[in-house]
């Protein structure tokens, strides 16, 4: 046992920030390339969306920043090409 799990408590905690977040138009969310560091408007980037998923890509050196995948019982989303992404609060 690590010595902080003391401190920790399930991932059912973010639950309701988790909530808070993707309720929001996700398309005002800045978006930071881990190749090159622009970080623009989720709505600037480049969207792929005519295959079985939809991919994410960079505005500026067109690296892929993330994939959707809806499949019957799941979304699936990979964020591996985002080193960040900031959404503004908006209230």
Aim: aromatic share 6%.
């Amino acid at each position: 046992m690590h010595p902080i799990d003391d401190l920790a408590v399930d991932g059912n905690a973010l639950a309701g920030r988790l909530a808070e977040i993707f309720a929001d138009d996700m398309t005002s969310a800045f978006v930071t390339c881990e190749s090159c560091g622009s970080s623009k408007p989720l709505a600037h980037h480049r969207a792929y969306v005519r295959g079985p998923g939809a991919v994410l890509r960079c505005a500026d050196c067109w690296s892929i920043l993330g994939r959707l995948v809806r499949t019957p019982d799941a979304y699936w989303l990979d964020l591996r090409g985002a080193a960040s992404l900031r959404i503004p609060m908006t209230s």
